[in-house]
């Protein structure tokens, strides 16, 4: 299969994406294909001392209702570190601090139109701090054993893809 680009316009400018038409060419045939862009974003897997991962509950405008999710948050600028965005989220979301993350993975959310790249850290040694919630943030914060997590999973209760994948690789990297 080949695939050439033939020509992108940009449609619509938001607060964290652009949303482009691209026109391409595609196993001989010219096709229109939606084409998001995000700057990119970090997430953290918080373990207390306990080995249990705090978590955040927020509503999610999307789909209309509240998620548990890890913590995570868009870079401020589209170069910025994504260490440093996980530093700065872990502690606005969760009231948590640390002096080291550690790398997990890297997810990209939603292959068929959007470049949206997350990577994700594990934070230990949390030390207690405050939240700095953005003033439409509302979140609440509880913690739970891997076990837990995976049972939500399983159950459909946490969907949210990147949360999914982050839990999946800490429980199978660290055996929890």
């Known amino acids: 299969m080949s695939v050439e680009r033939l020509d992108r316009k940009l449609k619509y400018q938001g607060t964290i994406l652009k949303i482009y038409e691209d ?3 595609a196993n001989g045939h010219e096709a229109h294909w939606d084409f998001i862009h995000h700057d990119g974003a970090a997430a953290v897997v918080p373990v207390r001392e306990d080995g249990r991962i705090l978590m ?3 509503y999610r405008n999307a789909l209309d209702r509240y998620t548990l999710e890890i913590p995570a948050g868009k870079l401020d600028e589209p170069d910025e570190p994504t ?4 530093f700065r ?4 979301e969760t009231g948590y601090k640390t002096e080291h993350m550690e790398y997990l993975i890297t997810v990209n959310t939603t292959v068929a139109f959007c470049d949206e790249k997350i990577d994700i850290y594990v934070a230990r040694d949390l030390i207690p701090s405050h939240q700095n919630l953005d ?3 509302e979140i609440e914060i509880a913690a739970y054993t891997i076990g837990e997590l995976q049972e939500q999973i399983l159950a459909g209760r946490i969907t949210d893809g990147k949360t999914i994948a982050a839990l999946m690789a800490y429980a199978r ?3 929890a």
């Open 23 to 25: 026109t391409v060419i």
């Open 56 to 58: 955040v509950r927020q």
């Open 83 to 86: 260490i440093e965005c996980a």
């Open 89 to 92: 989220e872990l502690e606005e």
């Open 135 to 137: 003033e439409d943030e």
């Open 173 to 175: 990297k660290y055996n």
